[in-house]
């Protein structure tokens, strides 16, 4: 069973940078997906790293800007957010999926597991 743990939400500046991160073990064995939701909209898959070969998936809200990776030891998965807008102001989880995600990644029915969430406000 994997137990996630989001850190790295906070406070910055339309342009600014942040960097989340979901951490477990094992993860290597789970597809992690980021998603997130700001108030009165749904949940919303943003961007996927797959098991095994560790491929990625964007929505097209922030291909060019947020990027996803693990680390070596298999106990995190980050995603790094550049060049935030104030559209960008959510809520932030990670989840995880035994195995391979597939072309139903940026779905929340695909995923097992949860974190609890960090918020991301980009303001002025």
């Known amino acids: 069973q994997a137990r996630l743990v989001e850190s790295g939400g906070g406070l910055v500046q339309p342009g600014g940078s942040l960097r989340l991160s979901c951490a477990g073990s094992?993860?290597?064995?789970?597809?992690i997906g980021w998603f997130r939701q700001a108030p009165g909209q749904e949940r919303a898959g943003i961007s996927c790293?797959?098991?095994?070969?560790?491929?990625?998936y964007y929505a097209d809200s922030v291909k060019g800007r947020f990027t996803i990776s693990r680390d070596n030891t298999n106990t995190t998965v980050y995603l790094q957010m550049n060049n935030l807008t104030p559209e960008d102001t959510a809520v932030y989880y990670c989840a995880a999926r035994f195995g391979a995600a597939a072309y139903l990644w940026e779905s929340v029915y695909e995923y097992d597991y949860w974190g609890q969430g960090t918020q991301v406000t980009v303001s002025s």
């Open positions: 094992q993860l290597n064995y789970y597809a």
């Open positions: 790293i797959n098991s095994i070969d560790s491929s990625t």
